[in-house]
């Protein structure tokens, strides 16, 4: 007898085979890239998202071995990125608005916020396959105007070979092409709205080395002019409109990964600057963000980042651990202390005021 939903978001799996209970889902090719608000084939991930009752539904994607964005990471042995698991769920929770919630196709979507939490790192090593996600997604504080779903916080559990290695959030807001004007004119107090199809960019300040901010390859570099203080590292946002995974399609806005991103890559450097921790030795486990305002695309855009105190709330028993392969590792409580991770915290500000707060968990492998 199939377990109900709501015990299948609250941990259940199916013990016979491992894998959360469910519709079986379709690996074999990605969904139409216009459910998922992409422009480029390349950029689509998500493959299935099936219904499961009420406000419960299960989704696939595959992550693939190699990717000149998502790819790009100095950490040996190699991990699937969070930031990528991350797009996923985005992906599936713009999906299910347009084919469960029929939310129009014409209507902007607005983030809210975002979190990922990966809890089994060493699940997420690339291997000679491409790796399959499957996702248990949780749709809750529905909004409904005029019997119309206008927003929701997507929340999932997220799966490899049967084993739960992470959860994330994703909260969208739905705007009809009328109101989404209004609110970009609002927050513009009436100036037109640019794009980043047109609008020319100057980067100012020095480009960092791309190993300082976790990276290979330095097209994939969004920092310039990184300062450290004491404990705090600033930088300015360094856009690329051309892009092809940050900026799929034109934009009249900065991109909620795009902060996203600029804030790994600060909060990478901050380690290495604050306590000498080399990027190719730290994995973001966990990065929250909530955003507060459209970031613009005339200002220059301020990021901060500094390290914050470890939990105090960590005891004996309860942490992480390495495997001597160097992934790291969560087993069961064991006695005597464990490394916490070092949380450091991000403030994206534009004309002095914050735009956005990230958090980015950082676990260190050994060296």
Known sequence: MQTPVRNLLNGDTDTATGHPDGPSLDYERTLDRTVVHRESLAEVFVTDTQ????????????????HAYYGDHLLRPRLHDPVLMLEACRQ??????HTHYGVP????FVLT???VTITRPERLAVGTAPCALRMLCSVEDKRVKEGRVVGYDARFRLFVDGAEVGNAVVGLRFKSPASYGALRLSNRSGAPVPSTETFDFTVTGEIPAPYSVGRSNSDNVVLTGIAADGDAVSASLRVLPQHPSLFDHAQDHLPGMVLIE?????ALNTLLEVEG???AKAYPAEITATFTSFGELEPRTEVRARTAPADAGATEGEGVYYTQGGIVE??????GPEPVPTSVEVDVLQRGASICRIGVGLVRLPA
């Open 262 to 266: 600029a804030a790994r890559q600060l």
């Open 51 to 66: 219904p499961l009752g009420g406000d419960a539904h299960a989704a696939a994607a595959q992550l693939p071995r190699s």
């Open 92 to 97: 599936v929770g713009l999906a299910i608005a």
């Open 277 to 279: 921790t080399s990027p």
């Open 330 to 335: 969560y087993l069961a409580p064991t006695a």
């Open 105 to 108: 196709f014409d209507h902007k």
């Open 113 to 115: 916020t975002m979190g």
